[in-house]
């Protein structure tokens, strides 16, 4: 199965936030590439506010989304990372690859 993370990367013209826009698949595997644009968005500005949107996600594997939550708060408890907040769709969406499978309720909750 061919699961693709798109990502959108949108900077505000005052360059007080940068929005990662998520439309592709979330999954376990692909979250890890978003880990990377989430650091260089990040780097882009002193002080900027990351927002990572999953709102328009067309799949995301509950795992990958908890995932995800960890590596980021991990990564800015170790100053590694500034402000990043995940913004999360109520029920995780399952793609046409996984049709079968209903949506499953988020368990965390948004930051
Ligand atoms: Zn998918």
Known sequence: ????????????????SAVLAVTGCLTTESYRAL????????????????IVDL??????????????????RLEHHHHELGAVTLQLPDMYPACGLLASLPPVPRLIAAS
């Not at 199965?1 to 007080?16: E, F, G, P, Q, S």
């Not at 709102?55 to 980021?72: G, K, M, Q, W």
């Open 35 to 50: 880990l990377p644009v989430i650091r260089r968005a990040n780097a882009l500005v002193d002080g900027v506010a990351v």
């Open 1 to 16: 199965m061919d699961h693709k993370l798109r990502i959108l990367v949108r900077l505000d013209i005052d360059r007080n």
């Open 55 to 72: 709102r328009n996600a067309i799949h995301v594997d509950a795992a990958a989304a908890e995932a995800l939550n960890d590596s980021i």
